[in-house]
C-alpha cells in the first residue's frame, strides 16, 4: 500500500527558505517517479517538480525553475524539496506525489497516481 507523508511545512518570509520532507512506503523509487505539486486557495493545482523513474532526470515547472530543487534519499525511501527565494505567491498546499508512468508527469492528465495529505506553505511579504 502506498503511503505519503509530507512535513516541513510553515510560516516563511519573502525571500526566505524552506525544506519539505516526504516520507514513503508501499513502492521504492526505482519503479515510481516522485514529485510535489501544490494548490493555491482559488487557484488549479500545479506539478512543479518531479524526478523521473525512467531517466532519472528533474523536472520543474517555469514557476519555481531556479529556486526550487528536488531531491531525494534512496536509502531513506524520502524524498525532499528544497525551496528558496520563496514569495508570497509560492503560498500554498504542497503536497508530495508518486507516480506509475516513471515519466515527467507534472502535467498529466487527472495528475499522478498517489497523494499525500498536504503540508501548509505560507510566505508573508
Known amino acids: 500500500q502506498v503511503q505519503l507523508v509530507e512535513s516541513g511545512g510553515g510560516l516563511v518570509q519573502a525571500g526566505g527558505s524552506l525544506t519539505l520532507s516526504c516520507e514513503a512506503s508501499?513502492?521504492?523509487?526505482?519503479?515510481?517517479?516522485i514529485g510535489w505539486f501544490r494548490q493555491a486557495p482559488g487557484k488549479e493545482r500545479e506539478g512543479i517538480a518531479c524526478?523521473?523513474?525512467?531517466?532519472?532526470?528533474?523536472y520543474y515547472s517555469d514557476s519555481v525553475k531556479g529556486r526550487f530543487t528536488i531531491s531525494s534519499d534512496n536509502a531513506k525511501n524520502t524524498f525532499y524539496l528544497h525551496m528558496s527565494g520563496l514569495k508570497p505567491a509560492d503560498t500554498a498546499v504542497y503536497y508530495c506525489?508518486?507516480?506509475?508512468?516513471?515519466?515527467?508527469?507534472?502535467?498529466?492528465?487527472?495528475?499522478?497516481?498517489?497523494w499525500g495529505r498536504g503540508t501548509q506553505v505560507t510566505v508573508s511579504s
Open positions: 506525489t508518486a507516480d506509475t508512468t516513471g515519466l515527467n508527469f507534472l502535467k498529466k492528465p487527472y495528475g499522478p497516481d498517489y
Open positions: 508501499g513502492f521504492t523509487f526505482d519503479n515510481h517517479g
Open positions: 524526478i523521473s523513474s525512467w531517466d532519472g532526470r528533474a
